[in-house]
């Protein structure tokens, strides 16, 4: 293997840092989009709490996306045209779908009593239309853009599976940060969501390398289906692992948080596995991270920032994750 | 409709919705660690009480701002690729690194500390909370750096070359202050600054009006009212030297603002006209003579270019003479009000309650005077650029979006119904917590101050 120059390492260096950035931003904006959704089955009372469980978190969470697509925008500006010209509609409604969750998740508790029902399914349609275009964003970002019968199937699929993973997430955020009866119902959500989540992931993981062809490559070769094959066998384990918890009696008490953590460490994997698909693409067969990336000079400005701000962001996220860890109490400004 | 006006519109819209946010919560989140701090130093019981609750009502306020600036934030950062894929490709790599730094230094910074600012109080400690109420105050601050560094460095490009089509940066400092920066920065916080003051004025005044006030609001009213009349002479001043200073570098953006077609020496001010573009020239002109020269070149018989010099190039006049116009009587307007106010409530020994009815009036009509400005001033900023998206280098017609028309009509038209109904909820959203305040949050807190002190020293330290 030939070494690379410095240069030539950092467009890879940036498309690292933006998947880590979009794996950060689906966990945890994917955590409260799934906990948004999953309102439509609880009452008032226990939608306060939900919303407050999230509350503090929400608009760091979704920063990540921003950072995610501003690195897309800087770092690789030509892929950046043409994902999201490819992408345009379903990025407006997404977007749209953010406005209206971020827009009544403040309102709800500000406007007239009599307004928060309105409020709540804005709140609930929001994350709904924004976690279902995600999905068909993945859908279709992942065949490539593909033209054919078979890519809308599959990126309605992957629209459908997403918000069930968000749905199974949020589930499992509540699982750990509520008790009494709210606990007990969203061990129950947690319990109908797994079995459309998993459904999902097998759906996508064989039909992936059907629709592509440099996928099936990656992964169905010797030897390296070997050793990629630890990716799926864990995920596999670790999936069985979280309906058992679900369905033991210490997941009321010492294991709450188990569900949640084994589910992050899912999507880690298939981020692992999907990156591992992908590269050295930024758009599958059709754009390498080098022909897409900017001048090396504007990605040492940047980098040189990314390198001094990203841990004081992790440390604060993490401060501020510690200042509301334990159980969710009601939110008030104060 | 073509493509390209479709995506101006829709862009318009976007940053139109979104300059509503920033505008006010630049300065609130300073008015809120002003709040905070008097607060924290007040030594009557009862002082400290109004300025906590004024703290509170506003960090309400100020929630529902900002929230609406991230979601308006998220989807403008967007439309940069979606409607301008070919601005990134050219100029990436100067404005990436500036939009980088943003999100950076500034956007996780905000949204890093709110949920700390605005629900952490029982469960950090005083010190840390005022810290985070600090943090977030500075990094709306120093999003606003950012995002004017790159606005500015489009008015006035500097630092950079050009290879192969492709703009490189050769030297950040310039790049980051260019010419028209420092001027544009201080520009928008002041503004911030009159729109923030003018809603505390306006909201304070609408409580008394309603009989909803306490002497919370009345704190608030003198706090606005003191800083418009310092932020409005300051405005003044610092329009005209933005001003001097885009006569050097865009002369063709201050002809079409004073409606001059013909180099003129002695150029006069029109106070009224409609200017045309097609017959290039001004209908219905009220001017008065040499005015414009001598507030521009600070000499009555100074030479101000005509827009004849700049053929095709040349931004279009009507929206420039008019949105310039409201934007600077609005500011007179807010001088006069704030001057006026201040010394009538003066007068009254700071008697909130002797402020005559007419006054309020006034006052509550000037809740949302500075947003007229402040979007009347990025018409000018913005469409005065026009045709180019980097001044004199890059045409925005080149940069446009590759989408069908269609798609951007589509998605225009959902974003003004939600953008219109969204500005709808938050005026009306407003009003009601104003007119709730008292009652919601704060009904037995002077009960409890009379009766039982502890209770008081709970609220006071936010225990």
């Known amino acids: ?334 | 409709m073509d493509a390209l006006f479709l995506a101006r519109m829709q862009f318009a819209a976007n940053i139109t919705f979104h300059i509503l946010f920033p505008s006010i919560s630049i300065a609130l989140g300073w008015m809120l660690l002003f709040f905070r701090f008097k607060h924290l130093r007040a030594a009557d019981p009862q002082q400290k009480i109004d300025w906590l609750r004024a703290y509170r009502h506003w960090t309400k306020v100020f929630a529902l701002t900002f929230a609406l600036g991230v979601v308006s934030g998220v989807t403008m950062s967007f439309q940069f690729g979606t409607n301008w894929p070919g601005y990134m490709e050219r100029v990436g790599n100067i404005a990436g690194p500036l939009l980088g730094y943003e999100v950076l230094t500034a956007f996780f910074l905000e949204a890093g500390f709110l949920g700390v600012m605005l629900f952490g109080h029982r469960r950090v400690g005083e010190m840390v909370h005022l810290g985070a109420t600090i943090l977030v105050a500075f990094g709306t601050l120093m999003s606003a750096f950012w995002i004017l560094a790159l606005n500015s460095w489009m008015q006035t490009p500097a630092g950079y070359e050009i290879v192969n089509g492709q703009f490189h940066a050769r030297s950040w400092l310039e790049i980051i202050f260019n010419p028209s920066f420092p001027y544009r920065l201080v520009h928008m916080v002041l503004a911030s600054a009159l729109t923030c003051a003018f809603l505390l004025i306006g909201v304070s005044a609408w409580q008394l009006m309603k009989g909803v006030a306490t002497a919370s609001a009345s704190r608030v009213l003198r706090t606005g009212l003191v800083l418009a009349a310092l932020a409005a002479p300051a405005q003044m001043v610092a329009g005209d030297f933005h001003g001097l200073n885009t006569l050097k570098h865009q002369p063709q953006k201050i002809a079409a603002v004073e409606g001059i077609w013909e180099t003129t020496r002695g150029a006069p001010l029109l106070l009224f006209a409609i200017p045309d573009d097609a017959a290039r020239t001004n209908h219905f002109e009220l001017a008065v003579p040499k005015l414009a020269s001598l507030i521009l070149l600070h000499d009555p018989d100074g030479e101000l270019k005509g827009l004849n010099e700049f053929p095709s190039a040349h931004p279009p006049v009507l929206p420039l003479f008019w949105s310039f116009r409201i934007m600077v009587g609005t500011g007179i307007l807010m001088l006069l009000v704030s001057w006026i106010g201040l010394w009538r409530h003066w007068r009254d020994g700071w008697d909130f309650a002797k402020m005559p009815r007419p006054m309020l009036r006034i006052f509550a009509g000037m809740t949302f005077s500075g947003w007229v400005a402040t979007i009347a001033g990025w018409y000018v900023t913005e469409i005065g650029r026009q045709p180019f998206i980097v001044s004199g280098l890059v045409r925005t017609a080149d940069v446009a979006s590759r989408v069908p028309s269609s798609s951007i009509a589509v998605t225009f038209a959902i974003y003004v119904v939600v953008y219109l109904a969204l500005l709808v909820a938050y005026v009306g959203v407003l009003k009601y917590m104003a007119e709730t305040a008292d009652k919601e949050s704060y009904g037995n807190v002077s009960a409890s101050l009379a009766g039982e002190p502890q209770d008081y020293r709970r609220e006071g330290e936010f225990a």
Request: aromatic residues 12%.
């Open chain 1, 1 to 334: 293997m030939t070494s690379m120059s410095f240069d030539e390492v950092l467009p890879l260096i940036f498309i690292g840092l933006m998947g880590v950035s979009l794996l950060v931003y689906v966990v945890s904006d994917g955590y409260d989009l799934g906990v948004g959704m999953l309102m439509h089955r609880a009452t008032p009372e226990e939608r306060d709490t939900m919303v407050a469980s999230i509350g503090p978190f929400w608009d760091a969470n979704e920063t990540w996306l921003v950072l995610g697509v501003g690195l897309l925008l800087i770092a690789f500006p030509k892929a950046h045209g043409l994902v999201l010209s490819e992408l345009y509609l379903p990025t407006t409604l997404m977007l749209v779908g953010l406005i209206l969750r971020g827009a009544a998740f403040d309102f709800r508790v500000k406007a007239k009593a009599s307004r928060k029902e309105m409020w709540d399914r804005l709140f609930i349609a929001g994350s709904m239309l924004a976690s279902v275009c995600q999905g068909w964003m993945l859908g279709r970002y992942v065949s490539g853009f593909g033209e054919g019968w078979n890519y809308p199937i599959f990126a309605g699929a992957i629209a459908i599976a997403l918000p069930m993973a968000y749905a199974l997430l949020g589930a499992t955020w509540l699982v750990m940060k509520t008790d009494g009866a709210l606990q007990g119902k969203a061990i129950e959500w947690s319990k109908i969501a797994w079995p459309p989540m998993v459904f999902g992931l097998i759906l996508i993981s064989m039909a992936t390398p059907w629709i592509s062809e440099t996928v099936r490559e990656r992964w169905f070769t010797l030897p390296a289906i070997i050793a990629v094959a630890s990716i799926p066998v864990t995920a596999g384990i670790a999936l069985l692992t979280v309906r058992v918890v679900l369905g033991s009696s210490a997941v009321r008490g010492a294991l709450c948080w188990l569900p949640f953590a084994l589910l992050v460490l899912v999507f880690l994997l298939s981020f692992l596995g999907l990156s591992y698909s992908i590269y050295p693409f930024v758009v599958i067969d059709r754009l390498t991270v080098w022909e897409a990336a900017s001048s090396p000079d504007s990605l040492k400005i940047i980098l040189i920032g990314v390198c001094v701000t990203l841990p004081v962001i992790v440390a604060y996220t993490g401060f501020s994750y510690r200042v509301f860890r334990g159980k969710t109490i009601e939110l008030d400004y104060a």
